[in-house]
């Protein structure tokens, strides 16, 4: 039980949404990660999200080393927004939201299913205990002050 | 690579983001998760967040099925928030979420750990694949359509 550790807001999963935190931000990186989207007017079209919007978002990315963008081949007057390897590493948070949503609000099942390219076989989510190795049960878990707290 | 699946938004992460897709949702999750948190005043005290908003989300988050209230012990005239399975089962997602920004945005070390409360070791997110069992790098792992996909 963690009380006054979060009064200060020194908290990763807070700064990772101080980036990412809105419902738009985190699509845009899914379909640059699984729908092969590159182009503005291919997030835009494939989203129906509003230009200064998704221009809004896309700049963001960039200035917070998200994405990096390059200019088209064939094409150098248009740019290609491309995910950076820490933009990449949101495929753990994408793959988390999308089993919640698989569990809680998907009636007909999973309208999407993650796979490992090499073997076919399906990729999850798990969480696991370092020392133990159990899978442990969320009141099972805890959280403490780590070396980071006290140092902003 | 997956392009015109998501076209639809018929996906399990989108309909996540419906209900905790912006910055306050999962910090009031967090604080009720690791926070200890049950009551309006404590959370809006340790959130630092605005009355109104608070009390809009509280009310999703029931209307949702994250959270139930109850008459707090002793003082049956307050309620307390307190979540669900449903909501608890956000765990994955917010570790996820504090695994990355301890990775990316944390350079004095993890604010906070997360620890199994029976053996104190630290608990962490792993993507794994279901038949070969290796932890795929993001590059590795592709979308594509699953038995919910053409049933929205």
Redesign the interface.
Not at 33 to 36: D, Q, S
């Given at each position: 039980?963690?009380?006054r550790?979060?009064?200060r807001?020194?908290?990763?999963?807070?700064?990772?949404?101080?980036?990412v935190?809105?419902?738009w931000s985190?699509?845009i990186i899914?379909?640059a990660?699984?729908?092969?989207s590159t182009r503005f007017t291919e997030f835009q079209?494939?989203?129906g999200i509003a230009p200064n919007i998704l221009s809004g978002r896309l700049d963001r990315f960039v200035a917070a080393g998200l994405m990096q963008t390059r200019p088209l081949t064939g094409d150098a007057e248009t740019r290609e927004y491309v995910l950076t390897r820490?933009g990449?590493?949101?495929?753990?948070?994408?793959?988390?939201?999308?089993?919640?949503?698989?569990?809680?609000?998907?009636?007909?099942?999973?309208?999407?299913?993650?796979?490992?390219?090499?073997?076919?076989?399906?990729?999850?989510?798990?969480?696991?205990?370092?020392?133990?190795d159990?899978a442990?049960a969320?009141?099972?878990?805890?959280?403490?002050?780590?070396?980071?707290?006290h140092?902003?």
């Open positions: 039980m963690l009380g550790t979060y009064d807001e020194n908290c990763s999963a807070a700064r990772t949404l101080e980036i935190g809105e419902r985190l699509l899914r379909n990660m699984f729908a092969g079209r494939k989203l820490r990449l590493d949101l495929q753990g948070v994408i793959i988390a939201l999308t089993e919640w949503g698989d569990r809680w609000a998907a009636p007909q099942g999973a309208p999407i299913i993650y796979e490992h390219e090499s073997c076919g076989g399906q990729v999850h989510q798990h969480l696991s205990c370092a020392d133990c159990a442990p969320p009141a099972q878990v805890t959280a403490r002050p780590g070396p980071g707290m140092t902003v």
